[in-house]
C-alpha cells in the first residue's frame, strides 16, 4: 500500500504492515480517521491532526523489509 501526500508518496509497506504499525505522521492521522461500527469507540477516540503545509522530505528509508516513510 502506498500513502501519498499531495501526490507524493509519504510512506509504503505491505498492507498488514503499514494498517499494524503506520509511521510517517500523515499516514497515523489518515488511519486515526477510519470509522469503527461502536459508538463507544467513536465517541471517545481521538482523531490526530495533521499540518498539510509541513514540509516533506526528500529521501525514503526502509525501517523493515518492505517498509519504506520518506524522511
Known sequence: ????LHGKL???APTKELFANPL???TKALLSA???PDPVYERN???IEYDTKSPLGTAF?????GH???H
Do not use: A, N, Q, R
Open 1 to 4: 500500500v502506498g500513502v501519498m
Open 10 to 12: 509519504v510512506e509504503m
Open 24 to 26: 510517517h505522521p500523515y
Open 34 to 36: 477510519i470509522h469503527v
Open 45 to 47: 477516540k481521538t482523531i
Open 61 to 65: 528509508e526502509e525501517t523493515s523489509d
Open 68 to 70: 519504506w516513510i520518506l
